[in-house]
């Protein structure tokens, strides 16, 4: 019993210390852009981890195949503690396909780096 309380106490201590990142909206709406033809979404991303500074964008259909988007950036260098905001332009005839605009930590290898986590959070499109 105290075995299984230990464990218990012991996940709890490491996901409270665990850090990522997050992005807002968790349910953005695309919306028609000023370029015909195609629409636009802002989203925000908010950087907690200290040992990453840079996370491409993706945008995926429901069955997570990649489809093609623009961004003014598809790798945003965000510093720890700080918020970005965003655009992603989809072609109005990947309107309906599209379903997941997803942010990943990007870790680059380095003698004094220890963490190889990597972290990815999506956002689901409203529909």
């Known amino acids: ?12 201590l490491w996901a409270l210390n665990v850090q990522a990142h997050e992005m807002t909206p968790a349910y953005p709406k695309l919306r028609p852009s000023y370029i015909k033809d195609v629409y636009v979404t802002e989203l925000k ?7 990453v500074e840079y996370y491409s964008i993706d945008v995926f259909d429901n069955k997570w195949k990649p489809l093609a988007f623009a961004s003014p950036n598809k790798v945003l260098r965000l510093k720890t503690n700080k918020y970005k905001t965003f655009e992603v332009y989809i072609r109005s005839i990947d309107i ?4 997941y605009i997803c942010t990943m930590s ?3 290898k380095a ?3 220890v963490t190889l986590v990597s972290s990815r959070i999506c956002s689901k499109i409203k529909k």
């Open 111 to 113: 003698k004094e780096q």
């Open 96 to 99: 309906d396909k599209v379903t």
């Open 106 to 108: 990007k870790l680059f």
């Open 45 to 51: 991303i908010f950087n907690r981890r200290t040992d």
């Open 1 to 12: 019993m105290c075995g299984k309380i230990a464990t218990v106490v012991g996940f709890v």
